[in-house]
């Protein structure tokens, strides 16, 4: 039966009847192979005020007394879920498939979660779905075993392989004496379209390489074509979705062992938004590289071994020292603190050189300080690209009041609590309804898992200990505060993506409408980094001040909540915050890398501009 008759007959016995129970079971008919998946259904004389539907699929391997218990909950509820089924309250249209999936609240939300990566589409929207060419009842006058006769292949869906290629003919393989326009493309998608009700997998796809032509493509295989808008690394992500179990699962909504062409080109595919894009093309880059590099390896090794000995061991060590070095680099990324301190805003990865060099030595308080700064020095900065981001979005962080409160009367500035208290509330529900393209939002998952909160704690005790001169073990606080700092660290590994740069010049070109801008990018435990020169589309810029640049290259002005100068204590350069607005007197400023100090009688009117003083 068609999917459209299916339809028909659900839609005339909804006209009298609801199904107010579905339950789905396989391998308990003894007559039905266990593959198969079976329906039970209760029918109940349809109402003017609507009954809810239960939906129960029976497990495999499972308890008995945990399904039925399970089904017993499900019978009781008026909504919701259970481990194994789930409550449909609202009346369905007539002719609504009641597959298990399609209404399965856990499928739905991973549905919407798709959002997550970006735009959603329709498969239809991004590729072309020709009709398959060949029907084996329809054409079978066209089919023939004679590979020789100039005919076509017929490409089915056993020869579409889980591995992602197209398996050569064999003895089985069907020709066909066609023409050559319905014939497949290189670059074309082969979607298996039979599967087993069972099988949990993806959807089972090959790409068509110019080595399987000339062919044509059967019933049972769905042709993909990329529409020309879709860039490569576009099709690439669509790609690994559909070999995800989600993606059949959506496809084949209707239930049924076969994906059908009309499902699939409804099926919602997500598309990268700009942030996840920049990165596909980092990792496509970065994959392309290393392929260079391997291929190049392999032949340094199979010239040299056609060469006379002696030369042959020369080349191999002259040539293969710059391969080596390469991946000798490669690996070091794959070590926490190397990573930190060449990728991480240069507070960071200045205070954990730090924290590298006291550790070298045997425990000291020294060593314990240097952890504890180092994690203060990492939320602190953390916090302040928050509000940043915060003010980006035009939403209020409400804890930001406290740090105002505290500048306004004089007092001591931010403290520990209060930057963990800023991070916290950017996990929060306002900041969750953020659009995922909102300039900085990768700050707003720092302290999201309780991994992370859990290491705050433990290093806020710390700190309040040490504080208030309680003393303990140091060969048990050091390396729990250690610890606690690296795991810190690990979830801060989005700020290798937003770079911390210092503007040096900007010189605006009214005619080109463009700035050339040249800056200095201060990642890593070294300021002394060379000029690198942009063209960038605005001239809201300022020479002199720090930025944030984020993975699309946009730049975000972190004055006067981060000021970059030449510290005068040690005449270093030097990261600075606000730390005291002492009444009658400059603002202290103070160094996130080495703590120093230093007066500023300018900075009192931007602080009020960006709400960290009130207004006189």
Same mark, same amino acid.
């Given at each position: 039966?068609?999917?459209?008759?299916?339809? +028909?007959?659900?839609?005339?016995?909804? +006209?009298?009847?609801?199904?107010?129970?579905?339950?789905?079971?396989?391998?308990?008919?003894?007559?039905?192979?266990?593959?198969?998946?079976?329906?039970?259904?209760?029918?109940?004389?349809?109402?003017?005020?609507?009954?809810?539907?239960?939906?129960?699929?029976?497990?495999?391997?499972?308890?008995?007394?945990?399904?039925?218990?399970?089904?017993?909950?499900?019978?009781?509820?008026?909504?919701?879920?259970?481990?194994?089924?789930?409550?449909?309250?609202?009346?369905?249209?007539?002719?609504? $498939?009641?597959?298990?999936?399609?209404?399965?609240?856990?499928?739905?939300?991973?549905?919407?979660?798709?959002?997550?990566?970006?735009?959603?589409?329709?498969?239809?929207?991004?590729?072309?779905?020709?009709?398959?060419?060949?029907?084996?009842?329809?054409?079978?006058?066209?089919?023939?075993?004679?590979?020789?006769?100039?005919?076509?292949?017929?490409?089915?869906?056993?020869?579409?392989?889980?591995? @992602?290629?197209?398996?050569?003919?064999?003895?089985?393989?069907?020709?066909?004496?066609?023409?050559?326009?319905?014939?497949?493309?290189?670059? =074309?998608?082969?979607?298996?379209?039979?599967?087993?009700?069972?099988?949990?997998?993806?959807?089972?796809?090959?790409?068509?390489?110019?080595?399987?032509?000339?062919?044509?493509?059967?019933?049972?295989?769905?042709?993909?074509?990329?529409?020309?808008?879709?860039?490569?690394?576009?099709? $690439?992500?669509?790609?690994?979705?559909?070999?995800?179990?989600?993606?059949?699962?959506?496809?084949?909504?209707? @239930?049924?062992?076969?994906?059908?062409?009309?499902?699939?080109?409804?099926?919602?595919?997500?598309?990268?938004?700009?942030?996840?894009?920049?990165?596909?093309?980092?990792?496509?880059?970065?994959?392309?590289?290393?392929?260079?590099?391997?291929?190049?390896?392999?032949?340094?090794?199979?010239?040299?071994?056609?060469?006379?000995? +002696?030369?042959?061991?020369?080349?191999?060590?002259?040539?293969?020292?710059?391969?080596?070095?390469?991946?000798?680099?490669?690996?070091?990324?794959?070590?926490?603190?190397?990573?930190?301190?060449?990728?991480?805003?240069?507070?960071?990865?200045?205070?954990?050189?730090?924290?590298?060099?006291?550790?070298?030595?045997?425990?000291?308080?020294?060593?314990?300080?240097?952890?504890?700064?180092?994690?203060?020095?990492?939320?602190?900065?953390?916090?302040?690209?928050?509000?940043?981001?915060?003010?980006?979005?035009?939403?209020?962080?409400?804890?930001?009041?406290?740090?105002?409160?505290?500048?306004?009367?004089?007092?001591?500035?931010?403290?520990?609590?209060?930057?963990? %208290?800023?991070?916290?509330?950017?996990?929060?529900?306002?900041?969750?309804?953020?659009?995922?393209? +909102?300039?900085?939002?990768?700050?707003?998952?720092?302290?999201?898992?309780?991994?992370?909160?859990?290491?705050?704690?433990?290093?806020?005790?710390?700190?309040?200990?040490?504080?208030?001169?309680?003393?303990?073990?140091?060969?048990?606080?050091?390396?729990?505060?250690?610890?606690?700092?690296?795991?810190?660290?690990?979830?801060?590994?989005?700020?290798?993506?937003?770079?911390?740069?210092?503007? $040096?010049?900007?010189?605006? =070109?009214?005619?080109?409408?463009?700035?050339?801008?040249?800056?200095?990018?201060?990642?890593?435990?070294?300021?002394?980094?060379? %000029?690198?020169?942009?063209?960038?589309?605005?001239?809201?810029?300022?020479?002199?001040?720090?930025?944030?640049?984020?993975?699309?290259?946009?730049?975000?002005?972190?004055?006067?909540?981060?000021?970059?100068?030449?510290?005068?204590?040690?005449?270093?350069?030097?990261?600075?915050?606000?730390?005291?607005?002492?009444?009658?007197? =400059?603002?202290?400023?103070?160094?996130?890398?080495?703590?120093?100090?230093?007066?500023?009688?300018?900075?009192?009117?931007?602080?009020?501009?960006?709400?960290?003083?009130?207004?006189?």
């Amino acid at each position: 039966m068609t999917d459209l008759g299916r339809s +028909q007959l659900r839609a005339v016995i909804a +006209q009298d009847w609801q199904a107010t129970l579905v339950v789905f079971a396989r391998g308990f008919l003894p007559h039905i192979h266990a593959t198969f998946e079976v329906a039970a259904m209760l029918l109940r004389r349809r109402t003017l005020e609507p009954r809810p539907s239960r939906i129960f699929r029976v497990p495999m391997n499972e308890d008995a007394k945990v399904v039925e218990a399970d089904f017993t909950r499900l019978l009781k509820m008026a909504g919701g879920r259970r481990t194994f089924g789930y409550v449909i309250r609202d009346p369905l249209p007539p002719g609504e $498939s009641l597959a298990f999936d399609r209404h399965d609240p856990a499928v739905l939300d991973r549905r919407t979660a798709l959002s997550e990566f970006g735009r959603t589409v329709t498969l239809g929207d991004i590729f072309d779905l020709p009709a398959s060419a060949i029907h084996p009842t329809h054409d079978r006058q066209l089919l023939h075993n004679d590979p020789t006769s100039g005919s076509v292949r017929v490409i089915t869906g056993r020869d579409v392989r889980p591995n @992602g290629i197209i398996a050569p003919p064999d003895e089985k393989t069907k020709w066909a004496d066609v023409p050559l326009d319905p014939c497949l493309r290189p670059g =074309d998608l082969l979607v298996r379209s039979i599967y087993q009700a069972h099988d949990r997998s993806g959807l089972v796809v090959a790409e068509v390489k110019a080595h399987d032509l000339p062919a044509v493509a059967g019933d049972t295989v769905i042709v993909l074509r990329p529409g020309t808008s879709l860039r490569p690394y576009e099709l $690439s992500f669509a790609r690994q979705f559909l070999n995800t179990p989600l993606a059949k699962t959506l496809a084949s909504y209707g @239930g049924g062992a076969r994906i059908l062409r009309s499902a699939l080109c409804e099926l919602p595919v997500p598309q990268p938004d700009e942030t996840l894009s920049s990165a596909l093309i980092d990792l496509t880059r970065a994959a392309e590289r290393l392929d260079e590099w391997r291929a190049e390896a392999v032949s340094l090794v199979e010239s040299a071994l056609a060469e006379e000995p +002696q030369r042959a061991r020369a080349r191999l060590l002259r040539s293969g020292r710059l391969l080596r070095m390469r991946t000798e680099a490669a690996a070091l990324l794959d070590d926490q603190g190397h990573a930190i301190r060449t990728r991480y805003p240069h507070p960071i990865a200045y205070r954990w050189r730090q924290v590298e060099a006291e550790l070298s030595g045997e425990p000291s308080l020294h060593a314990y300080d240097a952890v504890l700064e180092a994690a203060e020095v990492l939320l602190s900065y953390t916090a302040i690209i928050a509000i940043v981001m915060a003010r980006h979005a035009g939403v209020e962080i409400s804890t930001v009041r406290g740090v105002r409160d505290k500048l306004a009367g004089g007092r001591a500035g931010p403290t520990f609590g209060d930057w963990v %208290a800023v991070l916290t509330e950017v996990t929060g529900k306002k900041f969750k309804r953020l659009p995922n393209d +909102q300039p900085l939002i990768e700050v707003r998952r720092m302290l999201a898992a309780k991994e992370m909160r859990d290491a705050c704690a433990r290093l806020a005790e710390h700190r309040n200990d040490r504080a208030h001169l309680r003393r303990g073990d140091l060969a048990e606080l050091l390396p729990d505060a250690y610890a606690g700092l690296r795991v810190l660290l690990a979830g801060a590994e989005f700020l290798s993506d937003l770079r911390l740069v210092h503007l $040096s010049s900007v010189r605006w =070109d009214a005619l080109r409408r463009s700035a050339t801008v040249s800056l200095q990018e201060l990642m890593g435990d070294h300021s002394v980094v060379p %000029a690198t020169v942009i063209e960038y589309p605005s001239n809201e810029l300022e020479r002199g001040s720090l930025y944030i640049m984020d993975a699309e290259g946009s730049l975000h002005l972190l004055r006067p909540f981060l000021i970059g100068r030449n510290c005068p204590t040690c005449t270093q350069w030097s990261t600075f915050h606000v730390d005291l607005t002492p009444q009658n007197s =400059d603002v202290v400023l103070k160094s996130l890398e080495h703590g120093h100090t230093m007066n500023d009688d300018t900075m009192r009117e931007p602080l009020r501009q960006v709400g960290l003083l009130p207004p006189e």
